[in-house]
Each structure stands twice: as C-alpha cells, then as structure tokens.
C-alpha cells in the first residue's frame, strides 16, 4: 500500500524562526518520487520540488531545504528564517511512475510578525 | 504563458441537482488530472486522462461522477444526483511530465 503521513496538523511559529515539516511515506516500489506542494489561501498548488528515489541528495533553495532519507521514509521539509508570506498549507505527496499521486493531509503553517 | 484555469470558480447546488465543472489545461499539455479536496485534507485523485481517453478512472467515488475530454483539451467532470457529502473543492491539473500544474479549483457547494 501507498501512504503519505504528515503528522504535524498546525504548527506556529514567529517570524525569523526556522520550522521543519515532517512527511513520512510507505511504499513497496523501488522507484517512486516524491513532491513538495504549498497550497495558500488563494488555494492554487504551488509546485515546490520533486526528488527521485535515486537520488538521496539533500536540497536548498533560497530560504527552503530538503532532508531525503530512505532508511527513515522520510522527506522533511525545512523553512529557515520563516516570513509571513510562508503562511500556507504545505502537502507532500508521492507518486511510483504511474497516474496516480498521493497526497497527505497536509501541514498549516502560520507565520506570525 | 496560460496557467490551468477552471470555472466556476464557486457552485452551489441543490441535492439532487446536477452539476458541471470545467477544467481548460496548459497548452499542449496531453495529461490531465481531477482531484477532489475535502476540508483539512489532501487532494484526492478521482481520473486520469491522457489525450482524449480516461486512462484510469478508479477515483471516481461511484457511477454519479463523470468526466469526460472528447477533444484531448478541455474537460468537464459530471456529477448527478448531488449529495452533500459531494462538497468539496474540485482540482484539476495538466502535465507533459511528472510534474502537474494545477487549477484554482472549484468550490462546489450542495445545499
């Protein structure tokens, strides 16, 4: 069975604090992918990054980052130095190179100034 | 260039009525996606088309819902005899790859 597990409901935080979304995923493929999205009020998915099974390599861009750990199933997401601007929904999400991607529930992020 | 747009962006029905919902994907984009969000949850996949055929339609809850593409552009998805537990919001997304872009969504609403 395929599962995306992000257990942090809410979380809250005051502006400049870094924060770490957890995201948990079970699958029996070896090759699968997995996707950051951040939905803001406005509601519409915003695309943040994609990694590949293969590759374990951590990533950052700018103020985000991602820890890729297949011993753990995990794929956490970092924001340091958080803005009010961060404040959205965040959902990670998993695909195994068929149609069908599946989301978590997703993490609420406030940023308060 | 052009993003996925949907309409209307906001439906409100009655039980019992049926509804249509539009989804105009990216530009050449031959793969498009329905999902449907229900409050404090995850987008939830309901079809998948690749050009004009449903490639994969195991989402769709039951025989109320629908959806079809017949010209591998636009898609309506078809909903009849709405129930209330029908509410939800309503994404559609379009790719030429792994990554999926995705609409605005519509907000359907039954009363």
């Known amino acids: 069975a395929q599962k995306v597990t992000q257990a942090q409901t809410e979380i809250s935080v005051v502006e400049k604090e870094d924060v770490t979304l957890d995201c948990v995923y079970e699958t029996r493929d070896t090759t699968y992918y997995l996707f950051w999205y951040k939905q803001p009020p406005s509601g519409e998915l915003v695309f943040l990054i994609r990694r590949n099974s293969f590759d374990e390599q951590n990533e950052i861009s700018g103020r985000y980052s991602w820890n890729f750990q297949k011993s753990t199933s995990s794929f956490n997401f970092t924001i340091t130095a958080s803005q009010v601007v961060d404040s959205a929904v965040y959902f990670c999400?998993?695909?195994?190179?068929?149609?069908?991607?599946?989301f978590g529930a997703g993490t609420r992020l406030f940023v308060k100034a | 260039g052009a993003g996925v747009s949907q309409t209307p962006s906001n439906k409100v029905t009655e039980k019992g009525k049926y509804v249509e919902l539009r989804c105009d994907p990216i530009s050449g984009h031959t793969a498009l996606y329905w999902y449907r969000q229900s409050l404090g949850q995850g987008p939830e996949f309901l079809i998948y088309f690749q050009g004009t055929g449903a490639a994969d339609d195991s989402g769709l809850p039951n025989d109320r819902f629908f959806a079809v593409r017949p010209e591998g552009s636009v898609s309506t998805l078809k909903i009849q005899r709405t129930e209330r537990g029908d509410s939800a919001v309503y994404l559609c997304?379009?790719?030429?790859?792994?990554?999926?872009?995705f609409g605005p969504g519509t907000r359907l609403t039954v009363t």
């Open positions: 997304a379009s790719s030429s790859g792994l990554r999926q872009y």
């Open positions: 999400a998993l695909n195994t190179g068929g149609f069908k991607t599946i």
